[in-house]
């Protein structure tokens, strides 16, 4: 086994070799621009990108023309809170949101209060979920938006969207929705789902860093955060990333190809992995088994700084205590004690994020492992 361990997934996942192959030509053989198209070389890469906005397209039951590629889910985050907040701002100026949504969503909105718009922001309980009735009595007639994450990246919780999606629709609100962390593992159709815009990253389903993507259902009117050349029907201008491009979409393609057997077999070494660790140890899960991501664990071990532990064992594993964003080490996470923790619990929770590339002697090294390194650090604070 190849040390350390890599099990966190939700951070960013390793490449796959095949969307690596599918690049390759976009660099140094296709790199034409594809808005060049007053010559054969810009009209070949156009045509490559139309085939991969296509099928990223025809995955989420859409169309070519809903699909805007970006830099990845941050900056899609960003254009559908922003963007549709400044475009729709003589229609209303309320947004609904929830308190555990990535930073991209939270800050975005921040941005906006600034510009005078209101925020609710639901509260989760303590498996991470909202209550619906608390979503419908929270809109009023200037509510314009709603976005809610399909499932959050430190704790795995996963959002009824299309129930969400039902109540956006009978309202006339727009719903964004943060899909990046469940894309591997559901299939996401937005028409079926009421689905008005989606997020989605390359990095986080084994594709490359630098490239996204915001499905934006026809006849949605966007602001732009940025102004260019009128590239992606002027919502996102700026030469097009191509290989980055071609790679979100056979990331998508593989991941839509092997969701099934991916997710059963994360699912089991990830309850493997929860088995053995639990074996001699006062563990708790932070959210529900059930409604979980099958990739994450969110582990709270108590008595034990989580900082320091995963410190300690850095050299055989790479776990972390919760976003990647939150780099600031003296505050809690924002997502454990949003779900109505103490501190306390934040500074002691660990959270592991299996792959496809896991594999069952790993997971039972690592968990074998940890487990004793858990157990010497809590005897030796005893
Ligand atoms: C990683 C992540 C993002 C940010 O995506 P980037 O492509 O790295 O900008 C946004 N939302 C969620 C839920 C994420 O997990």
Do not use: W
């Amino acid at each position: 086994m190849k040390m350390p361990i890599y099990l966190d997934n939700h951070a960013t996942t390793k490449m796959d070799k095949r969307v690596l192959e599918s690049m390759m030509p976009f660099f140094t053989e296709d790199y034409a621009n594809p808005s060049s198209i007053d010559h054969i070389q810009g009209n070949k890469v156009l045509g490559k990108v139309n085939e991969a906005r296509e099928l990223i397209a025809e995955k989420i039951n859409a169309s070519e023309d809903e699909i805007i590629f970006t830099s990845g889910a941050t900056e899609s985050d960003n254009i559908a809170i922003t963007g549709i907040a400044r475009s729709l701002k003589e229609k209303g100026n309320h947004i609904i949101t929830t308190n555990i949504e990535h930073k991209a969503i939270l800050e975005s909105c921040s941005g906006l209060k600034r510009e005078g718009f209101d925020v609710t922001y639901l509260q989760v309980n303590r498996k991470g979920e909202i209550d619906l009735e608390e979503l419908k009595n929270s809109i009023n007639d200037k509510t314009i938006l709603i976005s809610i994450m399909s499932a959050n990246n430190e704790v795995g919780s996963i959002f009824p969207i299309s129930d969400i999606g039902k109540i956006a629709g009978e309202n006339g609100i727009l719903f964004h929705t943060d899909a990046t962390q469940i894309i591997s593992y559901k299939k996401m159709d937005v028409e079926e789902m009421g689905i008005d815009l989606m997020s989605i990253s390359g990095h986080k389903i084994y594709g490359p860093k630098g490239v996204g993507a915001l499905y934006v259902k026809r006849g949605i009117r966007i602001n732009p955060l940025i102004y260019g050349g009128g590239q992606e029907r002027n919502i996102r201008p700026g030469t097009l990333n191509v290989p980055g491009i071609i790679g979100l979409a056979r990331a998508f393609e593989l991941s839509d190809k092997e969701r099934e057997k991916n997710t059963l077999e994360i699912k089991r070494l990830r309850d493997l992995f929860l088995e053995i660790i639990s074996k001699d140890l006062d563990l708790e899960l932070n959210g529900s088994i059930e409604n979980r991501l099958p990739n994450n664990l969110s582990l709270y071990i108590r008595g034990i700084d989580a900082k320091a532990l995963i410190t300690k064992v850095k050299e055989y594993v790479s776990i972390s205590t919760g976003s990647a964003c939150n780099t600031d080490t003296v505050k809690p996470s924002y997502v454990i004690t949003g779900m109505g923790y103490e501190k306390e619990r934040a500074f002691s929770t660990i959270r592991i994020g299996l792959s496809k590339y896991s594999t069952e002697e790993e997971i039972r090294f690592v968990a074998g492992k940890l487990s004793k390194d858990i157990k010497k650090m809590l005897n030796f604070f005893n």
